[in-house]
């Protein structure tokens, strides 16, 4: 218990060491260097109390809520003074803007993950892999091939190369598992 209101301080000490070599207008090495070296110290003393693994998370999560309260505690919260500003209404959206952005929902949702999916799938088929292990390739590499493929339907300027490839890779995709 000693141990861990020791660490708790030093974390909270480190905190506002910090805080105050980060608020000086020119550079403190040396108050930096003494600011990291508490907190260090403090993580020994959390990591020899309670583990390692638990050591580096206490300090973590009581070095952010010391960071919260010298944040909260030096903010400015006088009421600022600024003049109302007109508002207009807003203008409506036309129908080819809804259209084209309903597309791309449907082509970078539906088209991209299914693709992803069925193409990884397909290729998890064709390896050598267990049948268990091709499902969980799959299913860890399908969010990153899907943002891939979300990221070239959204960045490419000509609208109908990404969507005619996307298709086609499906397609080749649907026989390879239906084979």
Excluded at 18 to 26: D, V
Excluded at 68 to 75: D, E, M, S
Excluded at 146 to 167: F, T
Aim: glycine share 6%; aromatic share 6%; charged share 10%.
């Amino acid at each position: 218990m000693v141990l861990a209101l020791l660490a708790c301080a030093l974390t909270c000490g480190a905190t506002g060491v910090l805080f105050s070599a980060w608020r000086r207008s020119k550079p403190t090495p040396l108050t930096t260097l003494a600011g990291w070296l508490l907190l260090l110290m403090a993580m020994l003393i959390w990591s020899a109390q309670s583990g390692p693994e638990f050591g580096v998370s206490f300090t973590l999560l009581t070095l952010a809520l010391a960071a919260w309260c010298f944040a909260l505690a030096t903010a400015d919260h006088r009421q600022q003074k600024t003049k109302p500003q007109p508002r207009g209404q807003l203008p409506l959206a036309r129908i080819r803007t809804i259209g084209h952005q309903l597309w791309r929902v449907i082509t970078v949702v539906l088209l991209a993950g299914t693709v992803s999916v069925s193409a990884l799938v397909a290729l998890g088929k064709l390896s050598p892999l267990s049948a268990v292990n091709a499902m969980v390739m799959a299913a860890l590499l399908s969010p990153l091939l899907w943002g891939l493929m979300s990221y070239w339907l959204l960045a490419d300027p000509r609208r109908a190369r990404p969507i005619l490839s996307l298709l086609l890779t499906g397609l080749v995709s649907g026989v390879v598992i239906l084979l």
